[in-house]
């Protein structure tokens, strides 16, 4: 996690050097999808120009540059498996904050466990880029 942790941290302050923040928003109405409905969103995600992909602690992390994102799939030996976290960087007054939104459609239970290994590193984050 700590690779995880690092990495997406280093990829999110990279994100705010851009002019513009991304306006990402909830690919689904609900957090509650279906696994199919989770793979076609790891397939989109995959096919946006410019993706970088990697993997950490069963985790498909993929940065796209041009929204200021970091979506973060699970992988099948991962508990919250399957489930996604979209980290994005927005414009927040005069700084920037992270805004961040899930899925799954696997046990909601891991999945919130898995959410909330985020919220330390998202609290970090506007401190460090107004």
Do not use: C
């Not at 498996?81 to 994005?88: D, E, M, Q």
């Amino acid at each position: 996690m700590k690779k995880l942790l690092r990495s997406t941290l280093v990829a999110t302050v990279f994100f705010v050097a851009g002019s513009l923040a991304a306006q990402v928003g909830w690919r689904f109405p609900t957090d509650k999808i279906t696994v199919r409905e989770w793979t076609q969103f790891r397939e989109e995600v995959l096919a946006k120009p410019k993706v970088v992909r990697a993997e950490y602690a069963n985790q498909l992390v993929l940065t796209v540059e041009a929204e200021r994102a970091i979506y973060v799939f699970t992988q099948p030996q991962h508990p919250a498996y399957p489930a996604v976290v979209v980290r994005a960087v927005v414009a927040n007054g005069g700084g920037s904050t992270v805004k961040r939104m899930g899925h799954f459609a696997g046990s909601e239970e891991a999945f919130a466990s898995w959410w909330h290994e985020f919220d330390a590193l998202d609290a970090a984050i506007p401190g460090q880029i107004k």
